[in-house]
C-alpha cells in the first residue's frame, strides 16, 4: 500500500480542531501510540531511508515496513507494509533475536479525524512539539493525493514548517542531554 501524506509542525492544535469541528469532521478518537523502531543487521535503514517498527496502540501490535521515500515535490509518499501480531513484546523479542537492534522509541498523543476521506492526525510528539499530519485516501494517483492534501490544508487553515522527514528521524537529529 502507498502512504501518501504531509506533516507540518504548527505552534498549536486547538486551531485546527476547532475548523475540525466546524467542518463537522468525523472525529475517530484519541490515543497514545508507542512506536518502538529496529534497525537491519544487513542494511542501515537511516543510509536506505527505510523504517521498521512495532506501533502499540489500541488493539493488536502492528509490526510495519516503510519503503523509502519516492522523489517528487510536496508531500511525502512510500510504501507501507502493516501486519497485525498477536504479542508485540514476543515480535520484538524476534526481531532481537534475529539481530535487529532496537533504534528509538516515539511516543505521541494522536487526536483523530476524517474528511473528505482523508485522515487528519493532531499529534503530540514527546521531545518534539505539535504536529498535523494530513494522509489523503487510499487509491489515488499521487497527484490527486497531493491535491487533495493540498485543498484541506488550505481549507482547515494548517500552517506551520511543511516536513518531509518523520518523527524518528527527527528524535534521532535532536541533540542528547540538552
Do not use: W
Request: proline share 6%; net charge negative.
Amino acid at each position: 500500500m502507498m502512504e501518501i501524506e504531509a506533516k507540518i509542525r504548527v505552534s498549536a492544535l486547538e486551531p485546527v480542531r476547532a475548523r475540525l469541528r466546524g467542518r463537522k469532521a468525523r472525529h475517530l478518537g484519541v490515543r497514545v501510540e508507542r512506536d518502538v523502531y529496529y534497525n537491519a543487521p544487513h542494511r542501515d535503514f537511516a543510509a536506505t531511508d527505510e523504517a521498521l517498527r512495532v506501533r502499540y496502540s489500541e488493539g493488536a501490535p502492528v509490526l510495519t515496513y516503510k519503503g523509502p521515500k519516492l522523489p517528487g515535490e510536496g508531500p511525502k509518499a512510500r510504501e507501507e507494509i502493516c501486519v497485525a501480531v498477536d504479542q508485540g513484546d514476543l515480535m520484538e523479542l524476534v526481531l532481537e533475536r534475529l539481530g535487529f537492534p532496537r533504534t528509538a522509541q516515539v511516543v505521541k498523543e494522536r487526536d483523530l479525524y476524517q474528511l473528505e476521506g482523508a485522515t487528519i492526525a493532531l499529534d503530540t510528539v514527546e521531545s518534539l512539539g505539535t504536529f498535523i499530519e494530513i494522509e489523503a485516501p487510499p487509491g489515488l494517483s499521487r497527484q490527486e493525493a497531493v491535491r487533495r492534501i493540498r485543498d484541506i490544508a488550505e481549507e482547515l487553515g494548517v500552517r506551520g514548517e511543511s516536513l518531509s522527514v518523520s518523527y524518528l528521524e527527527m528524535l534521532l537529529s535532536t541533540p542528547r542531554g540538552s
